[in-house]
């Protein structure tokens, strides 16, 4: 006698929150990069929120459509809407994996659009000009206005990203070939680099790590209001600390 294959039961379409939670889980496990995950618990969070205010809301198409009409009466912009629908997406597509949502509303969920961008927001670019009036504005002999100096320089001379920045150690900057650059950077996506740095920047960052007597580690630290250097590296410092 041949076992039947027991099917999963698609019946429930309403999610408590215990599914949410466990499909929120299973996404952001899928994610390697630390700041996706912030991003996209934050979208999720917000989803729930909403999702768990209405009373009974089946988790399909027709819902998903009506959250990316109350985000747009929010006037949130087109692609913080999109990254918030992305993350929808992905959190219907593992409440499918587990069994939760059958596989034809997780395709329909999938299907609701984005909000349409007119062209893409390339930022306030700073000129070469205007660029040196910030770094003239940064420069000074206190301890601080060395470290800002010097990670503006950085900053505008090599084109670091933020978290770039703030995670650069010393030992991550070496001589090769005759010039000084920041070597096997891990950056956005698992990407690994390596970016030239100008003699300039170069004689900044040096100016910076002889003051504040910066030996190894993390190179830009918190500085007290006292002008003295931490000890060890602040992974939450920031310009303004």
């Not at 076992?3 to 496990?29: G, M, S, W």
């Not at 912030?38 to 998903?64: G, K, T």
């Not at 030992?171 to 996506?189: F, P, T």
């Amino acid at each position: 006698m041949v076992k039947q294959r027991i099917k999963p039961n698609y019946r429930r379409r309403v999610l408590r929150l215990p599914d949410l939670d466990h499909c929120k889980t299973a996404v952001l496990n899928r994610l390697g990069s630390p700041a996706s995950r912030r991003v996209y618990e934050y979208a999720i969070d917000q989803f729930i929120a909403w999702y768990c205010s209405e009373p009974r809301l089946a988790f399909n198409r027709i819902v998903v459509v009506r959250y990316r009409m109350y985000l747009e009466s929010r006037g949130l912009a087109a692609n913080t809407i999109n990254q918030q629908l992305a993350a929808v997406r992905r959190l219907a597509h593992e409440a499918a994996d587990s069994g939760l949502l059958s596989p034809e509303l997780a395709a329909g969920i999938s299907r609701v659009k984005g909000v349409k961008q007119l062209g893409f927001r390339s930022g306030n670019w700073l000129s070469a000009q205007q660029s040196s009036e910030v770094l003239k504005h940064a420069g000074g002999d206190s301890m601080r206005a060395k470290r800002d100096y010097a990670m503006l320089a950085m900053l505008f001379g090599c084109g670091f990203r933020r978290s770039e920045l703030v995670g650069l150690e010393l030992d991550e900057i070496q001589k090769r070939q005759g010039h000084w650059a920041a070597v096997d950077l891990i950056g956005k996506g698992g990407h690994i680099r390596t970016v030239p740095i100008p003699e300039w920047v170069k004689a900044a960052l040096d100016q910076w790590t002889v003051a504040a007597m910066v030996t190894g580690g993390r190179i830009f630290r918190a500085v007290a209001r006292a002008g003295r250097c931490g000890g060890k590296a602040s992974r939450r410092m920031s310009c303004g600390t």
